[in-house]
């Protein structure tokens, strides 16, 4: 055996789709959904001005998103891919009489006691979500388009995250008025749908084992990106 074959056959062999996909669905153990301070607001144990901090503060990722998606595809070389991904700047942006995803976020800052002009100013941003937001989307901007779709893969755990608020909000914090709860509700199939087309542009691309190896890696930058927001602002509203 010469030294090359050695090499070759010390590369791991790739998963096939299910195992890799398998693998990337594995990755939700580290899902924001699991951050204490996720916990809290799921078991009802934020204050009023924690729930207005998060919402704040969470409005910075929602005006980025469609700019990260702009940036997608830009770097976009086939057709059939950006004329899915258009979808998305689309859900968040409106259009036409569909207010869409920011103006969604806007009515849940109003419905927690945050007035738009306050919202929109981004005067409650906080350092840490500023920084960790920009990172998510310097990524999209400077990644190849089939690296910042598989970072857009959390959305595999989003609509859990969604249905939880959805039964838990209302119980446990009934001073938020409920149709400030639309944007979770609007969520859940459009994240089905997305997470559809980006697994399959995933699970395409990244076939070699390093390449998968490298997925995973994306993944976990983009759940870390989640978790640091949370860290954040969990400081800071203590
Ligand atoms: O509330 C959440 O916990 C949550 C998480 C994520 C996510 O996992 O990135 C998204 C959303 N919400 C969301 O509403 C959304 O539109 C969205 C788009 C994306 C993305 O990466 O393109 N993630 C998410």
Redesign the pocket.
């Given at each position: 055996m010469n030294a090359n074959t050695k090499e070759a056959t010390a590369v791991a062999a790739p998963w096939d789709r299910t195992e890799f996909e398998a693998q990337l669905r594995a990755k939700g153990a580290g899902y924001?959904i699991h951050h204490p301070f996720n916990v809290k607001m799921t078991n009802g144990e934020l204050t009023h001005e924690q729930i207005r901090g998060w919402v704040a503060n969470?409005f910075y990722y929602q005006i980025i998103?469609p700019q990260?998606?702009g940036a997608i595809i830009s770097n976009c070389d086939d057709r059939e891919t950006r004329r899915k991904w258009v979808l998305?700047i689309l859900d968040?942006d409106g259009w036409e009489d569909n207010e869409g995803?920011i103006e969604a976020w806007t009515a849940l800052g109003k419905a927690v006691g945050i007035s738009r002009e306050d919202l929109w100013s981004l005067k409650f941003v906080v350092p840490g979500v500023r920084f960790a937001v920009d990172a998510y989307l310097n990524f999209a901007r400077r990644s190849p388009w089939q690296e910042a779709v598989c970072?857009?893969l959390?959305?595999m755990?989003?609509p859990k995250?969604?249905k939880d608020r959805l039964a838990n909000w209302p119980q446990h914090y009934p001073w938020i008025e409920t149709t400030g709860l639309q944007y979770f509700r609007s969520?859940i199939s459009l994240?089905e749908r997305?997470v559809e087309h980006g697994l399959a542009v995933t699970l395409d691309h990244f076939t070699t084992r390093v390449q998968q190896d490298r997925a995973l890696d994306i993944l976990q930058l983009?759940l870390d990106i989640?978790w640091s927001m949370l860290d954040a602002i969990d400081k800071a509203y203590p």
């Amino acid at each position: 055996m010469n030294a090359n074959t050695k090499e070759a056959t010390a590369v791991a062999a790739p998963w096939d789709r299910t195992e890799f996909e398998a693998q990337l669905r594995a990755k939700g153990a580290g899902y924001h959904i699991h951050h204490p301070f996720n916990v809290k607001m799921t078991n009802g144990e934020l204050t009023h001005e924690q729930i207005r901090g998060w919402v704040a503060n969470r409005f910075y990722y929602q005006i980025i998103i469609p700019q990260k998606d702009g940036a997608i595809i830009s770097n976009c070389d086939d057709r059939e891919t950006r004329r899915k991904w258009v979808l998305r700047i689309l859900d968040h942006d409106g259009w036409e009489d569909n207010e869409g995803g920011i103006e969604a976020w806007t009515a849940l800052g109003k419905a927690v006691g945050i007035s738009r002009e306050d919202l929109w100013s981004l005067k409650f941003v906080v350092p840490g979500v500023r920084f960790a937001v920009d990172a998510y989307l310097n990524f999209a901007r400077r990644s190849p388009w089939q690296e910042a779709v598989c970072s857009s893969l959390t959305e595999m755990f989003a609509p859990k995250i969604h249905k939880d608020r959805l039964a838990n909000w209302p119980q446990h914090y009934p001073w938020i008025e409920t149709t400030g709860l639309q944007y979770f509700r609007s969520r859940i199939s459009l994240a089905e749908r997305d997470v559809e087309h980006g697994l399959a542009v995933t699970l395409d691309h990244f076939t070699t084992r390093v390449q998968q190896d490298r997925a995973l890696d994306i993944l976990q930058l983009k759940l870390d990106i989640l978790w640091s927001m949370l860290d954040a602002i969990d400081k800071a509203y203590p």
